[in-house]
């Protein structure tokens, strides 16, 4: 699982190996400490930001755009996440004795394997909306809509936990063969029954295919804007639109590739770690740490991230934020927001491309 191939084993690094006692923690502690220090500092961000975001979603009614409640929804996940990481992090410092049971231990990699599915389904399902708005207007007009919207959510909810259940079987609390000592990791029924095997698929799957169809629907939607600014004749409607639709992309591509960039190493991380099962080498274990390393950091940088972006990149998001915390008027300004508060009408669905 995701958690599971974070903290892959590498006794070697805590110096008890030469003396045949099982050691404490997967890492040293000056590597320990830096992967603390820099989650401990993502922690109150990653939570704040996330908050933020769906209070902001679900307080003003301008906010409530279909593309909005995609990332409030990819704002729920992040959130789960992050309240997974003590536990996570306890686990790399003391992985043995486990000393919170078997349902923990198993409830918080179920929650976050399956935050993780939802993340990144989330952002696909919402690829595809901007992909319909830009390069079908009238047909996204009538199918996007947020009712809609709210129950693809659902779905896709539906769909990532159901995909992330095996990870109750998988997990457990086990004793490991030293010191009769239990410990939460992956049970020997999942390795010898092949199911770790499949669930190491589907999580190449969730990354890989979504990443391929993001491609080629950014790759479309930028040759169609590119299409539209060689056109003459436009309505100044239609150029405003556009306008704004470029910069929410601007926006999205730059989200997209921060998930892909966080998510890279653990899977180069992964492939290295079994082909070094497969041919024992000493420069492929030392990569593969260093890549679990990274991961993790990154793994929460992911979802800790997407609220500063909103903020650096979106006029509107700022303006909210600045109303949620009395800074600004509680009324959005007129005449750009006045579409979203006619629910899901002529304009609604327009709406949701210059709502972050």
């Known amino acids: 699982t995701t958690s599971e191939c974070h903290v892959a084993r590498t006794h ?63 704002a729920v996940s992040d959130l789960l996440i992050f309240l997974c990481m003590p536990l996570d992090l306890y686990r790399m410092w ?20 399956s935050s993780t599915y939802s993340t990144i389904l989330s952002i696909t399902a919402l690829s595809v909306e901007r992909y319909l708005a830009i390069c079908f207007p009238l047909r996204a007009k009538a199918l996007v809509t947020k009712r809609r919207v709210r129950a693809l959510i659902l779905i896709l909810w539906t ?33 010898e029954s092949g199911l770790m095997g499949a669930m190491v698929w589907l999580n190449s799957v969730f990354f890989f295919m979504p990443v391929f169809c993001l491609t080629v629907l950014y790759s479309l939607i930028g040759r169609r804007l590119w299409q539209r600014d060689r056109e003459t004749g436009i309505s100044s409607r239609v150029a405003h639109r556009d306008k704004s639709n470029r910069q929410t992309i601007k926006m999205l591509v730059v989200v997209v590739l921060a998930f892909v960039l966080c998510w890279l190493p653990f899977h180069v991380g992964r492939y290295v770690h079994f082909r070094s099962l497969d041919a024992p080498s000493p ?74």
């Open 12 to 74: 070697n690094a805590t110096g008890f190996a030469d003396f045949g006692v099982p050691p404490l923690n997967y890492y040293s502690i000056p590597l320990l400490t830096g992967i603390t220090i820099a989650c401990t500092m993502l922690f109150p961000v990653g939570v704040a930001g996330n908050v933020m975001t769906i209070l902001v979603v679900s307080k003003y009614r301008d906010m409530r755009t279909t593309t909005n409640l995609y990332l409030c929804s990819m």
């Open 94 to 113: 003391r992985y043995r004795p486990w000393r919170f049971g078997a349902v923990l231990c198993k409830l918080f990699q179920f929650v976050s394997e």
């Open 159 to 191: 769909v990532s936990l159901v995909s992330a259940g095996p990870v109750f079987i998988m997990v457990g609390v086990e004793r490991d063969g030293a010191g009769d000592t239990r410990e939460c990791t992956m049970t020997h029924y999942a390795v």
């Open 283 to 356: 420069l492929l274990s030392v990569l593969s740490e260093y890549c679990n390393l990274v991961s993790v950091v990154l793994f929460y940088l992911s979802a800790a991230i997407n609220p500063i972006l909103y903020n650096t990149m979106s006029w509107k998001y700022r303006g909210a934020a600045a109303r949620l915390f009395g800074l600004a008027d509680s009324q959005p300004p007129r005449g750009r927001t006045a579409s979203s508060v006619k629910g899901d009408g002529s304009n609604g669905w327009t709406e949701s491309t210059v709502s972050f």
